[in-house]
């Protein structure tokens, strides 16, 4: 994919397998809210070096997923044609969040550094968890972490003291982790 692609589209969902023969499908849904999906319409996937925009028409709950009824998908072999694909939303439907809250396309790449400014590493991932969500840290070469990740606790203002997004930086204090 393009860089300018990314910068405009995010990932928050993923087309499953096609069910029943009228072109329902399957959608398995990233956003925390799982329904929150639907807030987020069109819908896009990237084919071929193309951006299909996908407008889904009806949705239903079925166990820990949703059928999807999308227009102009009207029998079972054009809905297998989407099995798979990601499904995109363009970044700017995303509602404006309130002071200390972030999306997580936001933290990702942030460089973490402790109060005492020594860089600790690069977050590349989040983890969510029943309690709090959890930065993945890929650890700088410095001294006393002999480990590739570190995990620390996304808790603001306990841990996390700091947090610009502009500034992809993220300053952490109370952390007494030993890497050995």
Request: glycine share 2%; aromatic share 12%; hydrophobic share 40%.
């Amino acid at each position: 994919m393009t860089k300018k692609f990314l910068n405009i589209h995010l990932t928050i969902a993923k087309f499953g397998a096609a069910h029943g023969i009228l072109g329902w499908i399957r959608v398995f849904s990233y956003t925390e809210k799982k329904e929150n999906i639907f807030d987020y319409v069109p819908w896009f996937i990237k084919k071929e070096q193309k951006i299909i925009k996908i407008l889904p028409k009806y949705w239903k709950i079925l166990k820990k997923t949703f059928l999807v009824k999308i227009n102009d998908v009207n029998n079972r072999s054009m809905a297998q044609k989407l099995t798979n694909y990601d499904i995109l939303i363009n970044q700017k439907t995303l509602p404006k969040l309130n002071n200390n809250e972030y999306y997580w396309k936001d933290i990702v790449d942030c460089t973490v550094f402790d109060t005492n400014f020594i860089k600790l590493g690069r977050v590349s991932e989040l983890i969510r968890t029943p309690s709090n969500d959890i930065l993945v840290v890929k650890a700088s070469n410095i001294k006393n972490i002999s480990q590739n990740d570190m995990l620390i606790p996304f808790l603001h203002p306990q841990i996390i003291s700091e947090v610009n997004i502009n500034n992809k930086k993220i300053v952490i204090k109370n952390w007494k982790q030993t890497f050995e």
